[in-house]
């Protein structure tokens, strides 16, 4: 009788936790109804972190890793080689995408994040700490290398699903304007690491900002990276959340199964926005390395520059998805990549145009960039049969940055120190043709928008 009383006392305590449990979560989703706002908010967080995370370490490539890690090399090829471990990150994504996709497979969504949580932190942080090429030598590039590659590998495996549930929710006539939420992470990003370091170069000498002062971005990186992934996790292992997800079967696929069934659509994808992605390298990192090379201006001036141009992309971003929901994204993105095309003829002369030049192509640019990125997340994942969204979106997002902004800074600097700015313009030119190319062989993108 004893144990009788006992046993149902444990389960009507087990029973209230659990109950008490599921209205905490039903509180934070309103009783189980997320609205696309809500999943919108965790799409703007972990998209935020990345970006930070991303412009830390492109910016330090620019300025302060041919110091630092080549400086038995000239400037210029010391540039080069750090833009080229840069581009390992993004050789990696997709690889990080496929593995960490088994993972969720084999375990649960939970353990894909928090694994990709670690390789992540213990990547960046170890960027933190890592000594010297005067201490450690060639090791300290071989070390500097493996953490990017890690760094690519988390990227990849950091994917929950948000964006594609954002867009599967999102109202009819409003999807380009929550298409454009996510991508407002981008220039918060920017302009917090650039921000960083303008301020630790304006304030410290050259000796210190390179012995140390360089460092304190990706400290905060670190913290920021470890805020903002346990948010995202939290908020997709909610009872409301993984029911969402599971309902709209956004879950991991073989990707074999998806490249012989959706194969057009993942190429077809990577390309649409690559004029756009390009765009994104050529205003932001590669003019960095240019004005460090051959301009007498500070960088730290350049940098708050960058920052207004920032400003300009943001309000660009949230006018395309107006622009977007009313002309549809197809031809919003044709649009913006025939004037991307215009805009490279300009390229040469604007960089090579002095301070006001160099003005003018920064706040071009990024006003041109915040219209057209604004809309080219995702641009033509609608097609992807329901099944395969989740992998299909995650794939096409690592191979669209992958070809159109992985080598980006490396092509830039490489043709233009040795051929001229004129090549500069083709390869962005190139960029906006295959975007035509892509957005004209899919129609469907007008009718599943």
């Given at each position: 009788m004893a144990n009788t009383t006992t046993l149902t006392g444990v389960q009507a305590g087990v029973q209230e936790h659990h109950q008490t449990s599921?209205?905490?979560?039903?509180?934070?989703?309103r009783d189980g109804d997320i609205s696309p706002g809500e999943i919108a908010i965790g799409v703007v967080i972990g998209r935020a972190s990345e970006y930070f995370d991303f412009f830390v370490y492109a910016i330090a490539s620019a300025l302060v890793f041919p110091s630092v890690f080549f400086p038995y090399e000239?400037?210029?090829?010391g540039t080069l080689y750090a833009f080229a471990i840069f581009s390992l990150a993004f050789i990696a994504r997709p690889l990080g995408t496929v593995a960490f996709m088994a993972v969720q497979h084999r375990f649960t969504r939970e353990t894909k994040l928090m694994l990709a949580l670690m390789v992540m932190g213990v990547s960046t942080a170890g960027i933190a700490f890592?000594?010297?090429?005067?201490?450690?030598?060639?090791?300290?590039?071989?070390?500097?290398?493996l953490l990017r590659v890690g760094q690519g590998i988390a990227q990849g495996g950091s994917w929950d699903g948000l964006p594609s549930l954002l867009a599967l929710n999102a109202p009819e006539n409003k999807r380009g304007w929550y298409a454009m939420l996510g991508q407002l992470g981008a220039p918060i990003g920017f302009i917090i690491a650039a921000g960083l370091f303008a301020y630790m170069m304006a304030t410290l000498s050259s000796l210190d900002f390179l012995d140390w002062g360089w460092r304190y971005p990706f400290y905060v990186a670190f913290a920021i990276n470890v805020v903002a992934l346990f948010a995202r996790l939290r908020l997709v292992t909610t009872h409301e959340y993984s029911h969402l997800l599971d309902e709209?079967?956004?879950?991991?696929v073989s990707v074999v199964e998806l490249i012989s069934k959706q194969g057009r659509n993942v190429v077809i994808g990577a390309l649409a926005a690559l004029g756009s992605y390009a765009l994104f390298h050529?205003?932001?990192?590669?003019?960095?390395?240019?004005?460090?090379?051959?301009?007498?201006?500070?960088?730290?001036g350049f940098l708050q520059v960058q920052m207004v141009g920032v400003v300009l992309m943001t309000i660009g971003i949230v006018i395309s998805g107006l622009v977007a929901d009313r002309y549809g994204r197809r031809r919003t993105l044709g649009t913006l990549a025939m004037l991307i095309a215009v805009f490279s003829a300009a390229v040469p002369s604007l960089i090579d145009g002095g301070e006001t030049g160099q003005d003018i192509f920064i706040l071009l640019g990024?006003?041109?960039?915040?219209?057209?990125y604004g809309q080219a997340a995702g641009a033509v994942t609608a097609n992807f049969e329901q099944r395969f969204r989740y992998t299909g979106a995650a794939l096409t997002s690592d191979l669209a940055w992958l070809v159109?902004?992985?080598?980006?800074?490396?092509?830039?600097?490489g043709v233009s120190a040795h051929f001229g700015l004129a090549y500069v313009g083709l390869y962005l030119l190139s960029g906006a043709v295959a975007s035509l190319a892509a957005l004209s062989l899919n129609r469907r993108l007008d009718i599943r928008n």
């Open positions: 599921q209205g905490a979560r039903n509180i934070n989703a000239s400037r210029l090829d890592l000594p010297d090429y005067a201490t450690l030598g060639t090791t300290s590039i071989v070390i500097l290398s709209r079967q956004l879950e991991p050529l205003v932001t990192v590669f003019p960095l390395s240019w004005i460090s090379l051959y301009s007498p201006r500070a960088v730290s990024f006003s041109l960039l915040g219209l057209s159109g902004a992985g080598f980006a800074p490396l092509v830039a600097l």
